[in-house]
Structures are given as structure tokens and as C-alpha cells.
């Protein structure tokens, strides 16, 4: 039985439906999953984390190369049935709960493909943590935003955030039509490396924040403006020249390092 087919039988057989609000769209590409499987490189030792794993199809793959799964699922009509499949499966540690609030277990590698509308959340939490590795789905668009170069137009606050915490790339680009029911939108299959744990990071995190609401505006007049926002005091002065005249979304991740010592970094 094809995954599509798989997938729409489950559905029928608990009398549900794909909640749009939960934006579930069900991975039903064969190719798509054993991708991720292989680009994460599993072997029996790996503990694995699996968010969102819906009705497992991804989880039934994951089980068979991994040492454990660690799989978080906020639905409880997708944790009914993941019990039905799995209940016997000692390698499969299940949570029933909000990623962003869960307390997680030690896990090494992170395989998952997200509901999009945590895209932002979930690659802050994650890189929070400690791990090897992350081969995740995510929608086409972030997934170029999250990679976006200082100076192009896709450049943001999380492409500085994650370039300073993290390496990356998109490995490929996935079709609506691998998903059931299909989504509006291409989604990426990519691959996440943290990078050491800086010892400024929150600093950092804290720059971000000021400035890039402003991320057209020159440095100096978006530090000023995210202060006043902020209620706190900063000495433009004592701007690095180099980078004072740039614009915000010119400003490279080691730029904007720079700047945490006036936040006490």
C-alpha cells in the first residue's frame, strides 16, 4: 500500500480529517522520507526527535535505522492513533504536548517535518538545545529566509539569528503534490549543524530585537529608535564606524556582534 493510500485510510477509519488550523498536510512522498532519513545519517545509537508526527508514517522509518524516537504530537486525535500503531514500540517515546512549552529528553538528531506555522518557534528552541544534527521540512520560503545573505531582500532577524548560532543549507525543494492533502505552497527539505553555543548569544538575540524593525533604516537610527521603543539608554558613539552608516539588513552576523558590548555583552 502506497503512503498516500495508507494515509487516507487511517483518516477514514478514525473519522478524521486534515485540521487546517493545525496545518496538517501528511507526507505521503516515499522518496521525500527516506531522504531525510538517509542526509541525517542514523545509526542504532541515535536518539532521535520527531515533532509532529501525525497519523507515522515518517515515525514507522525512524523506528527501523534509530536507537529511540522521541516524538512530540499536540493533537490528541494523531496521539490516539500513533498509541494504536505503536503501543507496543519500546524504541518510541512518546509526548502528548506543545513543542515550545515541553520539557524534552536528551535526543542527538532532530527529523521532522513541522507545521509551519511554528517555523519561527521551533529553529529558536531547537537551537537552544543540544545536537548533532537536523534534517527538517520546512515551507520554501522560510526555508530562504532562514539562509538569506546579509544585503539581499530575504535577509531578516531570524537569517541573523540562525547564521550566528547555526550552519545550513537546503537540500531540496519539495512539491506540493508530495504531501496529502497538498498544501499551497513548495516546501525544503534542509539541514541544520548548531554551531558552539556563543558566550553573548543572548546579547545578540537582544540587538536583533532592537534593531530589526528597522531593517531598512542606517544602524544608528535604528538602534536609536529601538532604544526609545525599549526605554533604554545606548552611546551612539560608540558605534563600530565600519558598520554605523549600514543599513540594517546589510549588516553581517560578526557586525552585529560586535555591537552586544553596549547591552553589557
Known amino acids: 500500500m502506497s503512503f498516500l493510500s495508507e494515509t487516507r485510510e487511517i483518516l477514514r477509519r478514525y473519522s ?20 531525510e532519513a538517509r542526509e541525517a545519517q542514523l545509526n542504532s545509537r541515535d536518539v532521535v526527535l ?36 505503536f503501543g507496543d514500540e519500546e524504541k518510541l ?7 515550545t512549552k515541553v520539557e524534552l529528553p536528551h535526543f542527538d538528531k532532530v527529523i521532522s517535518n513541522i507545521p509551519y506555522s511554528i517555523s519561527s518557534s521551533f529553529i529558536f528552541k531547537i537551537l537552544s538545545l543540544d545536537f548533532e544534527k537536523a534534517v527538517i521540512i520546512l515551507q520554501y520560503e522560510f526555508a530562504r529566509r532562514l539562509f538569506a545573505k546579509p544585503g539581499t531582500g530575504d535577509y531578516s532577524r ?14 531540496s525543494k519539495v512539491s506540493p503534490s508530495a504531501f496529502y492533502p497538498p498544501p499551497r505552497v513548495y516546501s525544503a527539505v534542509v539541514e541544520i549543524y548548531p554551531k558552539e553555543k556563543p558566550l ?30 525599549e ?24 557586525e552585529i556582534a560586535e555591537l552586544t558590548g553596549m547591552l553589557g555583552g
Open 16 to 35: 478524521l480529517r486534515p485540521e487546517k488550523k493545525l496545518g496538517q498536510n501528511f507526507l505521503v512522498n516515499e522518496r521525500i522520507i527516506e531522504m
Open 50 to 85: 520527531e515533532v509532529g508526527p501525525g497519523i507515522g508514517t515518517l515515525t514507522q522509518e525512524l523506528l527501523k535505522k534509530a536507537g529511540r524516537v522521541v516524538a512530540v504530537e499536540k493533537s490528541g486525535a494523531m496521539v490516539d492513533i500513533l498509541r494504536d500503531r
Open 93 to 99: 517515546h512518546l509526548i502528548h504536548g506543545d513543542f
Open 158 to 171: 531570524i537569517s541573523a539569528a540562525f547564521s550566528f548560532l547555526a550552519n545550513g543549507k537546503i537540500i
Open 200 to 229: 553573548n548569544k543572548d546579547n545578540y538575540l537582544r540587538i536583533l530585537n532592537l534593531i530589526f524593525p528597522y531593517r531598512r533604516k542606517r544602524l544608528k537610527k535604528a538602534l536609536k529608535l529601538g532604544a526609545e521603543r
Open 231 to 254: 526605554g533604554i539608554g545606548i552611546n551612539l558613539e560608540d558605534i563600530p564606524e565600519a558598520s554605523s552608516e549600514k543599513r540594517v539588513f546589510q549588516l553581517t552576523p560578526e
